[in-house]
């Protein structure tokens, strides 16, 4: 109960925060970022490993820059998070644009289901919410719970305020198949750490051994659901615009992991452009491959 009790006086406090002009919460993150960075030493040894092996050719000095400028975005990150339970549409579609989405709806008025994969680059988190405003069709995204209730039931209001429908990993499965009647997108972040598995898929991602989540790719193999990848851009502090790619119109015809490792091209391509976007806190190396 008393945790409880402190969750619902954090989410009080955020959304205080969130009535805040964004430019004054952009202060704070400029505060935040010398705590984070400077003070509590957030992760520090984690990114700083995730970098050094994904950048092997690159001198210290170089590093250490991407380093600092990950944790003055990820500062910036959170203060964009907090504005989410109070951020307008109309703001929305001004920080953040899509191009090319007219090839999802190609494929909705054909009677299509798609499937879209995205990563944790850029503010993946508005993305979600500012796609809903644009799209018509049903559209659920696949996510995964947090340990802590409150906030996890706060963060599927958020996410869901503009007609998302959140649906965690373990239903995914059972909500595509009473989706089949329906046209509908399915949103996954393809980034994200698997489960440790023998099965799972391994392949060179950012210089390292990875494990991948082929969910995606076995949904659409198994549905013929054509897979667009969206290709994040910051344009500047607090702009975005994404690229919704084809990665592949039938996947039942293509060979295995062909649509896995074109997600993961295209991603690898951001990372090495802007690394200091994608969530290098992120433990996404933290399983090994098991040697024979």
Same mark, same amino acid.
């Given at each position: 109960?008393?945790?409880?009790?402190?969750?619902?006086?954090?989410?009080?406090?955020?959304?205080?925060?969130?009535?805040?002009?964004?430019?004054?919460?952009?202060?704070?993150?400029?505060?935040?970022?010398?705590?984070?960075?400077?003070?509590?030493?957030?992760?520090?040894?984690?990114?700083?490993?995730?970098?050094?092996?994904?950048?092997?050719?690159?001198?210290?000095?170089?590093? &250490?820059?991407?380093?600092?400028?990950?944790?003055?975005? =990820? /500062?910036?990150?959170? #203060?964009? @998070?907090? +504005?989410?339970?109070?951020?307008?549409?109309?703001?929305?579609?001004?920080?953040?644009?899509?191009?090319?989405?007219?090839?999802?709806?190609?494929?909705?008025?054909?009677?299509?289901?798609?499937?879209?994969?995205?990563?944790?680059?850029?503010?993946? &988190?508005?993305?979600?919410?500012?796609?809903?405003?644009? =799209? /018509?069709?049903?559209? #659920?995204? @696949?996510? +995964?719970?947090?340990?802590?209730?409150?906030?996890?039931?706060?963060?599927?209001?958020?996410?869901?305020?503009?007609?998302?429908?959140?649906?965690?990993?373990?239903?995914?499965?059972?909500?595509?198949?009473?989706?089949?009647?329906?046209?509908?997108?399915?949103?996954?972040?393809?980034?994200?750490?698997?489960?440790?598995?023998?099965?799972?898929?391994?392949?060179?991602?950012?210089?390292?051994?990875?494990?991948?989540?082929?969910?995606?790719?076995?949904?659409?193999?198994?549905?013929?659901?054509?897979?667009?990848?969206?290709?994040?851009?910051?344009?500047?502090?607090?702009?975005?615009?994404?690229?919704?790619?084809?990665?592949?119109?039938?996947?039942?015809?293509?060979?295995?992991?062909?649509?896995?490792?074109?997600?993961?091209?295209?991603?690898?391509?951001?990372?090495?452009?802007?690394?200091?976007?994608?969530?290098?806190?992120?433990?996404?190396?933290?399983?090994?491959?098991?040697?024979?």
């Amino acid at each position: 109960m008393i945790k409880k009790g402190f969750s619902y006086i954090g989410i009080f406090f955020l959304y205080c925060l969130a009535i805040l002009p964004t430019p004054l919460l952009y202060l704070f993150s400029k505060l935040s970022y010398y705590l984070l960075y400077y003070v509590v030493g957030y992760r520090r040894s984690v990114v700083r490993e995730n970098l050094l092996l994904s950048f092997p050719e690159k001198k210290t000095e170089e590093i &250490e820059l991407i380093e600092k400028q990950f944790f003055r975005f =990820l /500062s910036d990150l959170i #203060f964009e @998070i907090v +504005k989410m339970p109070l951020i307008s549409k109309k703001e929305l579609k001004k920080r953040y644009v899509f191009h090319n989405l007219d090839l999802l709806e190609d494929c909705f008025k054909k009677g299509r289901s798609v499937i879209v994969c995205s990563a944790h680059y850029g503010n993946w &988190e508005w993305g979600m919410i500012a796609l809903s405003i644009h =799209l /018509s069709e049903t559209k #659920f995204v @696949i996510y +995964k719970p947090l340990h802590n209730t409150v906030f996890d039931n706060w963060f599927l209001k958020i996410r869901s305020r503009f007609g998302n429908t959140l649906i965690s990993m373990r239903q995914t499965l059972r909500s595509l198949a009473d989706s089949k009647k329906i046209t509908s997108a399915f949103f996954f972040a393809s980034d994200q750490v698997p489960l440790k598995e023998p099965s799972n898929y391994w392949m060179t991602f950012m210089n390292q051994a990875t494990p991948v989540y082929m969910g995606p790719e076995k949904i659409a193999r198994q549905t013929n659901r054509p897979v667009f990848y969206f290709k994040t851009t910051v344009v500047k502090r607090g702009y975005y615009e994404v690229d919704c790619i084809p990665v592949c119109m039938e996947p039942k015809d293509s060979p295995e992991y062909e649509i896995t490792e074109n997600q993961f091209k295209l991603l690898t391509e951001s990372i090495v452009a802007e690394p200091q976007y994608w969530l290098w806190s992120h433990k996404r190396w933290k399983h090994q491959p098991e040697i024979a």
